[in-house]
């Protein structure tokens, strides 16, 4: 397909935060950029998509890449990196970010809209409810949960969306809360993915850093991964550990934490300090703000990837640990319960039991855990992957856009 120029269309993402700030709002999007950018790279080629596509991202400015950095196009605008500090300070940025919105689309005249945050909906929601750019037409994905939004915001989110075209959500069970809602717009369910750093699987990387890290065949590796937040649940990862300690066990701890404000650190400590009372500090593996590359590389250490998370709207994390045949145990909140998939390996917080149970299962039937290892890595190479993230978003792109009136 050439690139004629009635075929190719551009797509603008409106956010709220730099996209080079750590988050799963920012990565997943970066990501879908990066893999749209690699569909459509050459200058003559085939797809299966009726259009060509190209993206740019709309955002604060960025805090330590470069415009240059990323494979899309990036255009920025001024924003308060303070503005939660004060309600006036918050209405004064969402202002500003009004007239940034405005002067940004009016400019890059986009062909679609894809607005990735709930901030930057309720923003652009204030310009198209006034009338402003009503001829585009734009889409929205949900990353939380429905229920996990404040009414106000609900209010201006659901009058936003009379004009989308269509709310898109990461899992069936986010659908299913917003059908309650009796939108207007339709609602297509998009799985999450990962970043490119998990794409590949190497056989031999997980031997090679179980020795490096001196562990033995008969011991587990129970895994913990995330950045600091109080979705997290931090403060309960030292009583499951304990738990497990009471078992007949043999474990150590991998834990990596993600610390992005001066008051995270203490919290890092209590997780810390509650592992080792619990297995001394011989048995914890601890690794700290690490890239993408090194946590793709952490997860091999894992045998059991475990979530505690008292509020997850997908799970990112699980799905990550899935790329490197990790076996998930998992809290059966939010959109968790749809990823992992697997009722034995979900647990409640007040029945510790059924993991603990479940875990000394999995080390005295070692058949039984290569077998969940399998199992997950099944189900994220057939539901998670970026090709089929990708596919999704283009395959949305092109329905909307060829019955645009």
């Not at 500090?281 to 700290?288: F, G, H, S, V, W």
């Not at 749809?338 to 510790?352: F, G, P």
């Amino acid at each position: 397909m050439d690139r004629d120029k009635n075929k190719i269309k551009k797509i603008l993402y409106l956010m709220e935060y730099p996209i080079d700030l750590p988050g799963g709002g920012q990565m997943s999007t970066q990501t879908l950029c990066d893999g749209i950018v690699d569909v459509f790279r050459n200058s003559n080629i085939e797809t299966e998509y009726k259009y060509i596509y190209e993206p740019t991202v709309c955002c604060p400015k960025l805090l330590t890449k470069k415009e240059s950095d990323y494979d899309f196009r990036i255009v920025t605008y001024e924003s308060d990196e303070n503005r939660e500090d004060t309600k006036l300070r918050r209405i004064a940025n969402f202002l500003k970010r009004i007239g940034s919105f405005r002067r940004i689309i009016a400019a890059e005249r986009p062909d679609f809209i894809h607005v990735s945050m709930s901030e930057s909906l309720i923003t652009f929601g204030f310009l198209r409810c006034l009338g402003f750019f009503s001829k585009i037409p734009f889409v929205y994905t949900d990353r939380g949960l429905a229920y996990g939004y404040r009414k106000h915001s609900m209010t201006c989110i659901k009058a936003t969306l009379k004009y989308a075209k269509r709310l898109l959500t990461t899992t069936g069970f986010n659908k299913s809360l917003w059908e309650k809602e009796n939108l207007s717009c339709g609602i297509t369910v998009i799985p999450n993915t990962i970043s490119t750093a998990f794409n590949d699987y190497d056989n031999n990387r997980r031997s090679e850093l179980r020795e490096k890290y001196k562990i033995a065949d008969d011991e587990l590796v129970i895994g913990f991964a995330g950045r600091i937040s109080e979705e997290k649940d931090w403060p309960f990862v030292p009583e499951i550990v304990s738990a497990l300690a009471k078992t007949g066990v043999k474990f150590k701890v991998a834990l990596v934490i993600s610390v992005y404000e001066a008051g995270d650190i203490d919290q890092v400590n209590m997780v810390r300090d509650g592992i080792r009372a619990a297995i001394g500090d011989d048995r914890l593996i601890y690794m700290q703000d690490l890239s993408q590359k090194e946590i793709a590389d952490y997860y091999y250490l894992v045998d059991i990837f475990v979530m505690s998370s008292m509020f997850e709207s997908f799970g990112k994390a699980a799905v990550e640990a899935m790329s490197r045949k990790c076996c998930v145990l998992s809290t059966t909140v939010g959109g968790l319960r749809e990823v992992v998939a697997k009722e034995e390996n979900l647990y409640t917080k007040d029945d510790l039991k059924k993991f603990t149970d479940r875990v000394e299962y999995l080390y005295n039937n070692r058949e039984e855990l290569d077998s969940d290892r399998e199992f997950f890595y099944d189900r994220y190479k057939s539901n998670y992957t970026i090709s089929a993230n990708v596919s999704g978003h283009l395959h949305l792109y092109d329905e909307i856009l060829s019955s645009k009136v």
